[in-house]
């Protein structure tokens, strides 16, 4: 299991934005990292994902245009930069890492089970109108 650390979030005004950071301590071995979302009485929904070691990123659609992750190995993290927020961007925003053996780029790494990943516990991101 890969400890997993999230921080960054807060409360701002629509088309404002935030970073979001999820801190670890070793990722040996982990080809999928990916930050996920959760609002009330919602399913947990991909954001985007990133394959370690590549240049390789995915996002949903909702989100494609507006986030970027990317990782920062000097300071061990993965970040997750959100511009142009709405309020439907509101949520309790995850980080979790994993390794997917079958997995070749950010979208392999998107479209697989995340169900035996290692989770953070989670920051919150409000989005006000």
């Known amino acids: 299991q890969v400890q997993l650390e999230e921080s960054g979030g807060g409360s701002v005004q629509a088309g404002g934005h935030l970073r979001l950071s999820c801190e670890y301590k070793?990722?040996?071995?982990?080809?999928?990292m990916g930050w996920f979302r959760q609002a009330p009485g919602r399913e947990r929904e991909g954001v985007a994902a990133?394959?370690?070691?590549?240049?390789?990123?995915y996002y949903s659609d909702s989100v494609k245009g507006r986030f970027t992750i990317f990782r920062e190995e000097v300071d061990n993290r993965v970040e997750l930069q959100m511009d142009g927020l709405r309020p439907e961007d509101t949520a309790m925003y995850y980080c979790?890492?994993?390794?997917?053996?079958?997995?070749?780029?950010?979208?392999?790494?998107?479209?697989?089970?995340?169900?035996?990943?290692?989770w953070g516990q989670g920051t919150q991101v409000v989005v006000s109108s």
């Open positions: 979790a890492g994993m390794t997917e053996r079958f997995s070749r780029t950010a979208y392999d790494c998107y479209t697989s089970s995340w169900d035996f990943a290692s």
């Open positions: 070793d990722i040996s071995g982990v080809n999928c």
């Open positions: 990133i394959y370690i070691g590549r240049r390789s990123t």
